[in-house]
C-alpha cells in the first residue's frame, strides 16, 4: 500500500507558521492507492472486495478508489464462511435426468456444486490441516489438504545439493527422487505421523507428496541467508505441469492454477512460478503467453536451482491436473448439469489479463469457425464441400482455421473468443470452447468414439455441445491404425453427408439467436451503433 502523509509540507507549514487550518490540511493530504494491481475482470471485483473486508474498506474511503459501484454489492464465491447458497455466484444448471448418480435435483445439484465448482474450494479449505506448526512469528509452517494434493508453506528450505538435473541423464520430468530426508523441512514443530499418513495419491501430477514426504523440523530459521544461496521473498507457486504441446492438458494445469488462487485468496501477479520439471531439457509450451495471467515475472526453471540451498518465504503447491477426482483431467462429471461457475470465472480471468475482447455478436450473420487438422489422422475429407455450404446464402461469416504452434496463441484465442458456431473433429483444439461467449455452440463433428471429453468440458463451459448423430451419413476411410491399439476411430479420416451437416449447422444457429445473451449483446451493439451515428451527425450539423 502506497499511503504516506505528506509530512514535508507540514514541516514546511508550520516553519511559516501559515496557521492552524493549513497543518491540518496537511495532515489529511496522501497519496491514493494504486488499484490498477487488482485487475479483476469488473464483475470479479465485489466477490474479491467481500472475501477481503479490509480492501473493501479501503476503497469506501479512497476518493479514487475506482470501484465504488462494488462495494455495496453483497456476493460471495461459495467457499467463504459468511456466504450462502441465495447469494453465492452460480451458474449452474441440472435440467436432464442424473442416470442414478443421484436420488433427487438437491443432490444432484450439490454433487456438481463440490466435484465440479466452487464448492470443490469448500471442500478443500475445509481439509487443510497443520501439518507443522510455528511457535513464534518468525517461524516456518505447512498447511496441506488431503493426500498434499494443495499445500501452503511460510519459511520454508530446500536442498538441491543433490538434484542431479543438469548433470543426469535423466529425461523424465517427473523425478521422484529429487528431495531426499533431510533436504526440506522449517523451523516448525511436525507432526510426523499424519505426514507419513498421507501418501496413498504419491503420482507425479496427483500429489506433492513426493516433494513434501522427507519435509523435516530443522534447529535453524531458513530465512537465514547464511543457510541460503538463494531466498525468495515474493510468494511462488510451484507447479508440476502436464503436457504444454496439447491445449486440453496444458489448461487442465491453468485452471487448477487459478483454482489455488482461490485457496490462497490471492490473485496477484507480483509473484514466482518454479516449474518442477526434474528434465535438463527444454519445456516445450505452446500457450506460454497464458503465464501473463498470472505472474509478471519469468518462470524459474527447477534446473536453474540445481545444486543450490533456496529458501522461499511463502510457497504455495497448487493442485495438480491429474488429481484423482480432479478438474478437469479425472473428473466424474455428474450427468444431466452443465455451467461450472469455476470454469466461466476461469475463462473470464484469463481473457481479461490477456486481453482479448468480444467484438460481437454481428447484427445479421453468424460467426463461424472451422477448425482444420494438419496431421495423419482425423482429417475432415471432404472440408472444402462443407465449408462451402456454410458460405451458401450469407448467413455466416466463416473463418477456417489451424491452430497451430505458428499462430500466436492470443490471436487463436481472440478467434474463438468471438465465435459463435466452433466446429472442429475431435483433438485439443476443441479445448478454444473454453473462451467461446455464453451463448455459443461447440459442434465436435465427430467425437471418434471418445463421447465424453469435449462434451463434458463443454457442460462445464456452460455452452450447448453438439456431435454427429446419424453414422449412416458419415464415411470412415478405414478401420483406423493405431501402431500398438489396432483398429481405432482417432487414427483414421472421414467425409461428412453435406445436408445432414447442414441439419446441425442450423439447429446450432437457432440456439444462438435466441440465447439472451445475444440478444442482449446484440441490443447493446445496436445501442452503441445509434449513440455513434447520432453523435457524428450532431458533429457533421455543427
Known amino acids: 500500500m502506497r499511503q504516506t502523509n505528506f509530512r ?108 465440479a465448482d466452487f464448492g470443490m474450494i469448500s471442500e478443500k479449505l475445509q481439509e487443510m490441516t497443520t501439518l507443522c506448526k510455528p511457535v513464534d512469528e518468525n517461524d516456518s509452517s505447512l498447511q496441506c489438504v488431503k493426500y498434499l494434493r494443495y499445500c501452503q508453506a511460510k519459511n520454508i528450505y530446500f536442498n538441491f545439493s543433490s538434484a542431479n538435473i543438469l548433470s543426469g541423464n535423466d529425461r523424465n520430468r517427473y523425478r521422484e527422487d529429487i528431495i531426499k530426508p533431510g533436504q526440506v523441512g522449517g523451523h516448525c514443530q511436525l507432526d510426523a505421523n499424519i505426514l507419513k499418513s498421507q501418501g496413498e495419491h504419491k503420482s507425479p501430477l496427483q500429489s506433492w507428496y513426493a516433494e513434501l514426504e522427507h519435509y523435516t523440523s530443522l534447529e535453524f530459521y531458513p530465512m537465514d541467508p547464511k543457510h541460503c544461496d538463494l531466498i525468495l521473498d515474493k510468494p511462488t507457486y510451484l507447479i508440476k505441469l502436464d503436457a504444454g504441446v496439447n491445449m486440453y492438458h496444458h489448461f487442465c494445469d491453468f485452471i487448477n492454477l487459478y483454482a489455488s488462487q482461490h485457496l490462497n485468496n490471492s490473485f496477484s501477479t507480483d509473484v514466482n512460478i518454479i516449474m518442477w520439471d526434474t528434465s535438463p531439457m527444454p519445456y516445450g509450451d505452446f500457450f506460454k503467453i497464458t503465464w501473463k495471467a498470472f505472474t509478471d515475472h519469468p518462470i524459474i526453471a527447477l534446473k536453474d536451482l540445481d545444486g543450490k540451498n533456496v529458501c522461499i518465504k511463502d510457497a504455495v503447491f497448487p493442485l495438480l491436473a491429474r488429481m484423482r477426482f480432479g478438474l478437469y483431467y479425472n473428473m466424474p462429471l455428474i450427468p444431466g448439469c452443465h455451467g461450472s461457475s469455476l470454469v466461466k470465472t476461469f475463462s473470464e480471468h484469463i481473457l481479461h489479463r490477456l486481453n482479448i475482447l468480444q467484438t460481437g455478436p454481428l447484427i445479421e450473420q453468424i460467426r463461424v469457425t472451422f477448425l482444420v487438422r494438419n496431421t495423419q489422422y482425423r482429417n475432415i475429407l471432404n472440408q472444402v464441400e462443407l465449408w462451402s455450404a456454410l458460405k451458401t446464402g450469407g448467413e455466416y461469416e466463416v473463418t477456417v482455421v489451424d491452430f497451430n504452434r505458428n499462430m500466436p496463441f492470443e490471436e487463436q484465442l481472440a478467434i474463438s473468443h468471438n465465435t459463435d458456431i466452433f466446429i472442429g473433429i475431435h483433438g485439443a483444439g476443441l479445448t478454444h470452447l473454453l473462451f467461446q461467449p455464453d451463448w455459443a455452440v461447440v459442434i465436435e463433428i465427430y467425437n471418434c468414439e471418445d463421447p465424453g471429453c469435449y462434451y463434458d468440458l463443454a457442460r462445464l463451459r456452460g455452452i450447448k455441445y453438439m456431435t454427429w448423430e446419424n453414422k449412416s451419413k458419415m464415411t470412415q476411410e478405414d478401420e483406423g491404425h493405431h501402431p500398438t491399439l489396432g483398429a481405432h476411430a482417432k487414427f483414421t479420416n472421414f467425409a461428412f453427408d453435406v445436408n445432414e451437416f447442414m441439419r446441425l449447422i442450423h439447429i446450432a444457429t437457432q440456439h444462438v439467436r435466441n440465447h439472451p445473451a445475444y440478444l442482449t449483446a446484440q441490443k447493446d451493439i445496436a445501442d452503441r451503433t445509434v449513440k455513434y451515428n447520432s453523435t457524428n451527425i450532431i458533429k457533421d450539423e455543427l
Not at 496522501?30 to 485487475?39: F, K, Q, S
Not at 469506501?60 to 462494488?70: G, L, N, Q, R, V
Not at 447458497?85 to 443432490?107: F, G, M, V
Open 8 to 115: 514535508f509540507i507540514c514541516k514546511i507549514s508550520q516553519m511559516l507558521r501559515l496557521g492552524f487550518i493549513v497543518m491540518t490540511a496537511c495532515i489529511n493530504i496522501t497519496i491514493a492507492y494504486e488499484w490498477t494491481w487488482l485487475n479483476l475482470p469488473r464483475k470479479h471485483i465485489s466477490y474479491y472486495f467481500n472475501n477481503n473486508p479490509k480492501l473493501k474498506t479501503m476503497c469506501a474511503e479512497d476518493i479514487s478508489c475506482p470501484y465504488k459501484d462494488c462495494i455495496n454489492e453483497t456476493k460471495c464465491w461459495g467457499y467463504e464462511p459468511f456466504c450462502n447458497s441465495l447469494i453465492h455466484i452460480s451458474y449452474l444448471n441440472c435440467p436432464w435426468d442424473s442416470e442414478r448418480w443421484a436420488k433427487t435435483k438437491e443432490e444432484q445439484f450439490n454433487k456438481f456444486w463440490i466435484t
